[in-house]
């Protein structure tokens, strides 16, 4: 049966996963909102309808969806441009509408050509990011972001980190960091707490203790800055002042249609990578209907546009949080929401006691399980078809942001596969008896127009007074372009004194031209 068919059945795995990807992804919905210029509150009210309205929706076992960290410039820019954040949010349910069409007539096929090694290679920069833009958190440097998760001032970052380093900070860091690794070792996974009580969660309540331990010593103080910080409403009047409703005046501005589209296009691009990739890390190889997520994205941009939310994607980061902690159906990223919600309603003092550090160190462990060394290690062992198209998809997205390094490794992946193709349209044996050489090409199954210059090529270098056997037998499509090669080959090899056959070109007979040549033997 399908997991994914009765999402409550694997509680035991869903509850602890969901506190882990609630654990993670409660401070990515507050930096990315602070990255895009909009209000904190937005970010929290994202991952909400991302975790139990597209959560529910979603056909994907194992993703998790949120405010957008790919999509944090665009909307910065759209804020400015645009005047307000209330404009914003019109654009935010136009785009979702706009998905819900893409859904509705099943562009989410899409996906399915991007080749595996680019999406390994999206995977592993995206654990790189990760793993660099926690450094400064973990040393005690909270400079507010100025890009996104894919690294747009990871540099800037680092260069300042070592002038603010907070001892205590690096100190709940550091412990945080080798209670999770001894939590992944054999000999604790053996334990039955250990299946119980998910490691990122004993370092948070481990780096609340020693942060509180740690209040008034000289040194080792750890200032509000460097804690979790979760708008706190004094009255429910206040908490609801939090929500932002969309100026529908702007529907007049065309701007507005624009950035819908900008958004919508973008978002829907990395939800199905990000579905494509997180189907590859599921262990029981479910596949996610990928024109059914597009609706499900849609319908919670449409809600985030009309309450104040930020735009939502799935996002790899929670996606792959939600199955190294053990998830099993959606149940764990719905749970995750309604974990969201019930903290900043019932507890955002507590959560605010949180250390960056903790969260810093739980990301470490993330970051590095996306882009292990093995991984590196194995796409090289698959050959340069697969390793260039990884690394570059990896340094792309390292040195510029996400998406243009998603590009560049495609493109260096439709390079060598045009390539191949190129070099690779036939096979030739040859022999020589009876001082005569004799020459068969072998077409293979597909030879398209991209084969027209290699084809050409090597009919042309082929010797005189050579006898050539055109093999089409295995062949199931050949570009008219190509037939036209050969047809002009048959009427030229005539005045080299070459004898050609083609065999089972055309409708599975023999076809044997013979050249010119010959003809002109029989005349004398």
Known sequence: MNNNSNPFKNFKDDIPASVVVFLVAMPLCLGIAMASGAPLFSGLISGIIGGIVVGALSGSPLGVSGPAAGLAVIVLHAIQDLGSFEIFLVAVILAGIIQLIMGFIKAGIIAYYFPSSVIHGMLAGIGIIIFLKQIPHAFGYDKPPEGSLEGYTIL???????????????????????????????????????????????????????GVGFSGMSGLSISPDHMVRIPIAKSVNGFFDNFRLPNFEALANPNVYLTAMMIAVVASLETLLCVEASDKQDDLKRITPTNRELKAQGVGNIIAGFIGGLPITQVIVR?????????????????????????????????????????????????????????????????????????????????????????????????????????????????????????????????????KASIQKSLSEIPDRTHVIIDASANRFIHHDVIEIIEDFQISAASRKIEVEVLDLFKDKLYAAKSHFELTNQEN
């Not at 250990?194 to 948070?204: F, Q, R, Y």
């Not at 149940?331 to 903790?358: D, E, F, M, R, Y």
Request: charged share 15%.
């Open 319 to 451: 996606s792959s949080a939600n199955k190294q902690s053990g998830g099993k159906t959606k149940a764990s990223t719905i749970l995750h929401g309604v974990l969201l919600l019930v903290s900043i309603v019932a507890i955002p003092g507590l959560l605010n006691k949180i250390p960056l550090g903790v969260l810093a160190a739980i990301l470490f462990v993330v970051g590095y399980k996306l882009a292990k060394p093995v991984l590196f290690k194995k796409m090289y062992k698959q050959g340069a078809g697969q390793f260039i198209p990884f690394i570059v998809t990896v340094v792309g997205i390292i040195m510029t942001d996400l998406l243009i390094g998603i590009a560049l490794g495609l493109i260096v992946a439709i390079f060598i596969i045009l390539r191949n193709n190129f070099k690779v349209p036939y096979k030739t044996l040859s022999e020589t008896s009876d001082e005569k050489s004799h020459l068969r090409i072998i077409l293979s199954e597909d030879v398209s127009f991209l084969n």
């Open 156 to 210: 800037d970052e680092l260069q300042h980190m070592f002038d603010n380093i907070s001892p205590g900070v690096l100190t709940i860091t550091l412990v945080s960091v080798v209670i999770l690794i001894i939590w992944e070792t054999k000999l604790f996974k053996r334990l039955k707490f250990t299946k119980i009580i998910p490691g990122p969660l004993v370092v948070v309540v481990v780096g609340v203790l020693i």
